[in-house]
């Protein structure tokens, strides 16, 4: 007897904004750090470029899981695609759509559950970073399979810093507390980049390496220090693509 092969999964990617020209030459575009992590084996993806004001379509209906990239831009700098996308988010979520946000897209669903994004007072994260799981996030399968601590890459100036009601937090660090967030039992946000590789995330420090160095300058580090102390903390994160694997297996 031959086994068929389990259908394909259709996601609807939404995408948030584009890196850095230089970014895109050496490690491609936002998009590509998903279908990489992920693989097309499982999976097939729609990719919606929201923040150029693709229409989105009537409904989420049809699609396994709707998922949203990061972003350049800023949720506190809110444009009309910004909220098109929100409420289409939650209203997937609402039809029991599973969906999932990344950094920017994180953002911009506590804003759509009425929660507040603003600029982080502890600074930019930026670089490999570890995040802790809380008791919540040990349980919630976003998280099976991966230890209580593990290391993520990261670049962000906003953040959460008002939850929605009835939002949990499920992973944080002293930078940063809402590093992972469940909205509803089917809508899930995280902070970090669990898409990211270490070639990406040296191309996007690069890619702002004078802004970086200003930062720093600011803070008292001497210039020219900043930036090489950061590209040399880049390490693997070799848990934190489980992360998208858990998403589209145990919320699909």
Known sequence: MTRQAAPKKNVLLLKAGDAATSVQLSVGDYERWFLQTIGLSG???????????????????????????????SVTQREPWMERAGAFMVEAGEQG????????????????????????????????????????????????????????????????????????VLAGNANTANQALAFRHNVRGVQFHPEMPTDAMRAVILAREDKLDALAREKGVPEGEYVPRLLSGITPTPHAHRVLMNFLQHFT
């Open 43 to 73: 999976q097939r993806f729609d990719i919606l470029p929201v923040h150029k004001g693709a229409p989105l379509p009537k409904d989420a209906k049809g699609y396994d899981a709707v998922m949203m990239t990061g972003s350049p831009l």
């Open 97 to 168: 759509i599973p969906v999932l946000g990344v950094c920017f897209g994180q953002q911009l669903l506590a804003e759509a559950y009425g929660g507040k994004v603003t600029r982080n007072p502890n600074g930019r994260e930026t670089g490999t970073v570890e995040v802790t799981l809380s008791p919540q996030g040990r349980a919630d399968p976003l998280f099976t399979g991966l230890p209580e601590r593990f290391v993520v890459q990261a670049t962000h100036e906003d953040i959460v810093s008002r939850l929605p009601e009835s939002a949990t």
